[in-house]
């Protein structure tokens, strides 16, 4: 098995590179909504802050696609930009039923989160 050289160092984070992120991965999966939470999200990231991304798809998408294969693809997709991620993946059924949780990462996700990409 090869493995992918790990990179020296942490590219910086901008809006152009998060956008571009996005772009690709609605390029995989073309009706999805990104979205950016944690700490890029509020402002207070740190050097070193990985970029998380939440990604909503339809019932019927989720339903006829193994995400954890999917969300490989992903992040391999993603490694070209020499930024941590991560990356997580739900339909929008339970999106819709945990966002008002209070300790779920979803609510968190879009309590403090932002769409960067997503069907219009």
């Not at 995989?28 to 999200?41: K, Y």
């Not at 939440?54 to 490694?79: C, P, R």
Request: proline share 5%; no cysteine; net charge negative.
């Amino acid at each position: 098995m090869t493995t992918a050289p790990r990179a020296t160092s942490i590219a910086a984070v901008n809006e152009a590179l998060l956008r571009q992120m996005a772009a690709e991965i609605r390029e995989e999966i073309p009706e999805a909504e990104v979205r950016l939470f944690g700490s890029h999200a509020r402002g207070d990231a740190r050097p070193k802050s990985d970029v998380d991304l939440m990604i909503t798809v339809s019932d019927d998408w989720y339903a006829t696609h193994n995400w954890f294969e999917v969300l490989g693809q992903l992040w391999n997709k993603l490694a070209h930009h020499r930024v941590p991620v991560d990356l997580l993946l739900y339909p929008r059924s339970k999106v819709e039923e945990r966002r008002l949780w209070l300790s779920h990462v979803i609510a968190q996700a879009h309590r403090e989160g932002r769409v960067l990409d997503g069907p219009h």
